[in-house]
């Protein structure tokens, strides 16, 4: 049950160089000819943003690779986008903004309706999907479930506030997703506004815009006095036409749950971004491991719509329960087939949470030695800005030819939900220096299988992290 990288890159229309990057970054360095396990080879398609229909061993359906469809019948698709940034810095102003002077007026009565996600229709009559759940927390979450649905993120940072936590870890957050961000200035119209201080502190963090020499967009606006938008808008547009955004309309349709929720008359509901295909009323369709038939469909402006085609948010009403965020969307011919899928996904999740249950490095090594991961990657939280660097330099140096460490976040702080909901994204053990997970963190870290290691001593912390990344390269060694 093994595929060579270049006949899987083959099967998915990608370049095969694009597929041997991406398994660099998922630990499992490979060559074009090299073999892969069905397994790695489901990661690579999830990883591609592809729902994989499995309802048996054998029978993986491909779909969806990098956000474009593998169909040869293909359309330009809207850009889905999510704007992340640190609290009060003015993401729900720029969302409220986007969506006030870019909806078409008249539309529906103009009135809007909050499911999560909105489009707008730019002056060159092109679409841009907004989800709008700011914030990395949503982001991250649906990413630990599979479901990279972003296209692009937008980075709002206040210029008077400046760079701080939150902006830290959305830009973290991003990098590990390896999506491409434009930044937005914002609040641009208060006295004194500075944008340029916001580029030059930015590059502390790795992120270079154009007038930097870096290939990062970024724009100055304010999301109360409404400037700077058409310019966000069209900078969007031109990294949509970079991305070559591309899906087949002309299919069943595939998506994900953006939000779900149980309405008192209506029953379970969920808000679907369609991916490719075109959902329609009337579809069976299995979501996670619920199921149900399209009985309406509601968009973003409360208008009732009988179809959906790629990139769109519509609220589906149908369901037999309510769905997860992030859970695949996937449309069947037959309820029994749904039935089927649902059946075997919902076995699938239990059997995923039985074998994440043992949380500690030990189980966490061995499924990464099965996965031939040579890139160790962490999250390190300590109780110091000094101690927190020097931690992060010196793992960072520990690296052989055959493995090496890559600290995915080091930062100030007890250890959170956010930093659990990271490294487990990215398979990666929690280290606190001198720091504790609080109550909610480690409750998730146990429920996710996610390693927490707590040590007070840098030497032994090093130790024990050499040790580890040796027992994950096996015997060789
Ligand atoms: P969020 O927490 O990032 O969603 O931030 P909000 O959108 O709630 O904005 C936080 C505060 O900043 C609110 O009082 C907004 O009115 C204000 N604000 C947002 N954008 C701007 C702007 O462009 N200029 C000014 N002067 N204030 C803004």
Redesign the pocket.
Same mark, same amino acid.
């Given at each position: 049950d093994r595929i060579t990288v270049s006949e899987l890159a083959n099967r998915m229309a990608e370049r095969t160089s694009n597929v041997v990057r991406l398994l660099a970054r998922l630990g499992v360095p490979s060559a074009a000819v090299d073999e892969i396990d069905q397994d790695t080879a489901e990661l690579v398609l999830t990883e591609f943003g592809h729902n994989i229909v499995r309802v048996s061993d054998s029978d993986v359906e491909i779909g969806m690779v990098g956000g474009v469809d593998v169909d040869d019948h293909l359309a330009e698709r809207p850009p889905v986008v999510t704007i992340m940034?640190?609290? *009060?810095?003015?993401? =729900?102003?720029?969302? *409220?903004a986007l969506r006030g002077t870019n909806v078409v007026k008249g539309e529906a009565g103009g009135i809007t309706q909050h499911i999560g996600a909105y489009q707008i229709l730019t002056k060159d009559k092109h679409k841009i999907t907004f989800l709008d759940t700011?914030g990395h927390e949503a982001f991250t979450a649906m990413r630990a479930r599979g479901a990279s649905v972003t296209d692009i993120v937008v980075l709002?940072v206040?210029w008077d506030d400046g760079i701080m936590p939150q902006t830290i870890e959305a830009i973290q957050h991003t990098k590990a997703a390896g999506v491409p961000m434009i930044v937005a200035i914002?609040?641009? *119209?208060?006295a004194g506004a500075n944008a340029e201080k916001i580029r030059q502190a930015l590059l502390q963090y790795d992120v270079q815009v154009e007038s930097m020499g870096g290939e990062v967009q970024d724009v100055e606006?304010?999301? =109360?006095?409404k400037t700077g938008l058409d310019q966000l808008i069209d900078k969007i547009m031109l990294q949509s036409e970079i991305l070559e955004l591309k899906a087949n309309p002309d299919r069943p349709a595939e998506g994900n749950v953006i939000e779900a929720r149980l309405d008192k008359g209506k029953g379970p509901l969920a808000t679907v971004l369609v991916r490719r295909g075109t959902l329609k009323t009337g579809d069976i369709f299995v979501m996670g491991s619920e199921w149900g038939k399209v009985r309406a469909m509601v968009d973003d402006k409360g208008a009732s719509v009988k179809s959906a085609l790629p990139s769109t948010p519509v609220e589906v009403l149908g369901l037999t329960g309510v769905p997860s965020a992030g859970d695949p969307v996937t449309v069947v011919e037959s309820e029994a087939r749904a039935r089927e899928v649902a059946e075997y996904r919902a076995g699938v999740i239990n059997a995923k949470r039985i074998e994440q249950e043992p949380a500690n490095l030990e189980t966490m090594f061995s499924v990464l030695r099965q996965a031939k991961a040579q890139v160790y990657p962490l999250v390190i939280k300590a109780d110091t800005q000094g101690s927190a660097e020097a931690i992060a330099g010196a793992v960072n140096k520990i690296s052989t030819d055959l493995i090496k460490a890559k600290v995915l976040l080091a930062s100030v702080g007890g250890i959170t939900e956010s930093d659990v909901t990271l490294a487990k994204a990215s398979g990666a053990p929690i280290i606190g220096f001198n720091v504790r997970a609080n109550a909610k963190a480690r409750e998730i870290a146990q429920r996710d299988g996610v390693a927490l290691k707590y040590y007070d001593v840098i030497y032994d912390l090093i130790d024990d992290v050499k040790a580890a990344m040796a027992g994950q390269l096996g015997p060789e060694l």
């Open positions: 940034g640190h609290v *009060d810095h003015g993401k =729900t102003s720029l969302l *409220d700011p709002v206040a914002n609040k641009m *119209d208060k606006v304010s999301a =109360t006095a």
